[in-house]
């Protein structure tokens, strides 16, 4: 499997979207990637949401053209917030 595959469907789901801002519940991510979140997804909220291409499920949103917002409310929230970058 390549990077990022297991993210893939997060990667189209954002990369078709029109908004500026989209936000997702744990469970609706779920769905979307038709699996569960790892428990590092909430434990180490900081790290695994962060926008970082070394990790594996950040190369889905960032490719899309997104990036994490508010990523230290995400544990407590359950949800996340991505933005979408603006080109130059």
């Excluded at 508010?70 to 544990?75: K, L, R």
């Amino acid at each position: 499997m390549t990077k990022g595959d297991a993210y893939k469907n997060l990667y189209t789901y954002l990369r078709e979207s029109q908004k500026i801002e989209v936000v997702l519940t744990f469970e609706e991510i779920e769905k979307i990637i038709k699996r569960k979140l790892p428990n590092s997804a909430q434990t180490h909220s900081e790290a695994w949401w962060s926008n970082n291409y070394d990790h594996s499920q950040a190369i889905s949103w960032m490719d899309a053209g997104y990036n994490t917002d508010m990523v230290s409310d995400t544990n407590k929230e359950k949800k996340i917030i991505f933005i979408k970058q603006l080109e130059d």
